[in-house]
């Protein structure tokens, strides 16, 4: 299929239909029936598979307020608008928000040059609206992607709303951000053995002196747990490499609406499972209410939209990321 691209709706998966776009270069499967999830994208030249997915879970039909971690069968998720169980303008929010375990709206276009999806849900609590389109093109081992938020409501909403692809993960693994300050949430145990502190990323000071570089990824024999907030964003792109093949998984985006880049890691120390979850953000922390008193939260204004592109890259030849452009071109350092 050299040259050409082209968009399925033929398969199910577990009793999920999915739609699956392809070209000569990536192979992506979206589960529209489970929030939309991004179930896995593969680089086709090396047949390597750069989502994670649980290893003893698979996907199944997921209530509404269902609790997320008991239900993380991998891929990639959104979450909106909120992370933790929250009370927002009076309504409680169920665990991770509300659109994950959702049904979303769907219609597929194909031309010759370019596969696109478009998917929406509306919300039963927040009364949002939240829309997306994924397009491949011909001869890209990119996913763009342009998203629409439309507060349906009459009232302002306090928010948060995050990407959260899950990648495979090993010693291998490198993470890079172009972030100036990091936070360790109190959450673990990390490699710096203590919790609630701030630095410079990418090096932490650990409790007994010892400096780590936060970039490197940990075996799954180490016993690890790390969530953290990259802030201070300079420019908006986060990236994972598999220093072994030289193939990784980069996200790059608007900073001025996702500020942060929320980092998610377990080595082995969270339910025995190996893998890292990148996290571009609209804010920080995890608690949306905490977050709109300290003004690292956003408010969207009743009627009011928010409307950005997101563009995810799958690259080879790299042992580390330097930089990634709005448009998804990579630049870093070799791995020859």
């Known amino acids: 299929m050299n040259g050409q691209v082209r968009a399925t709706t033929d398969w199910t998966y577990r009793g999920f ?8 270069l990536l192979r992506v499967v979206i589960l529209p029936g489970l929030g939309a999830k991004i179930w896995q994208i593969t680089y086709k030249p090396a047949d390597k598979d750069l989502l994670w997915q649980h290893p003893r879970i698979r996907p199944r039909p997921v209530p509404f307020g269902a609790s997320y971690d008991d239900h993380f069968f991998g891929g990639w998720d959104e979450l909106f608008p909120n992370d933790i169980p929250e009370t927002l303008n009076g309504e409680p929010e169920p665990d991770h928000g509300e659109i994950w375990s959702l049904p979303w709206e769907y219609e597929v276009r194909r031309t010759a040059e370019e596969a696109e999806v478009r998917l929406w849900v509306e919300t039963p609590v927040s009364a949002c609206r939240m829309e997306k389109r994924i397009r491949l093109r011909a001869g890209e081992a990119k996913l763009r992607f342009r998203h629409r938020l439309t507060n349906l409501g009459r009232g302002g909403l306090p928010y948060l709303w995050k990407l959260h692809a899950a990648v495979k993960a090993d010693a291998n693994g490198r993470i890079d951000a172009d972030a100036a300050s990091a936070y360790i949430e109190d959450f673990g145990p990390p490699r710096t053995g203590r919790t609630k502190m701030g630095y410079a990323w990418p090096f932490a000071e650990g409790a007994d002196g010892a400096v780590h ?10 016993g690890i747990n790390e969530f953290q907030y990259l802030t201070e964003l300079r420019s908006g792109w986060c990236a994972y490499t598999d220093t072994a093949s030289g193939i990784g998984l980069g996200l790059a985006f608007d900073k001025d609406v996702f500020r942060s880049c929320w980092l998610f890691a377990t080595y082995g120390g969270w339910r025995n499972l190996q893998t890292v979850i990148l996290e ?33 890259v799958v690259y080879e030849g790299l042992r580390a990321v330097t930089s990634i452009d709005r448009d998804g071109t990579v630049k870093g350092e070799s791995d020859t």
């Open 213 to 222: 570089d936060m970039r490197r990824c940990l075996p799954d024999t180490a």
């Open 17 to 24: 239909q999915t739609v699956i776009l392809e070209n000569e």
């Open 280 to 312: 571009p953000c609209t804010g920080y922390p995890i608690s949306v209410n905490e977050g709109v008193g300290a003004g690292t939260h956003r408010t969207l204004p009743g009627g009011g939209t928010l409307e950005t592109e997101v563009v995810a």
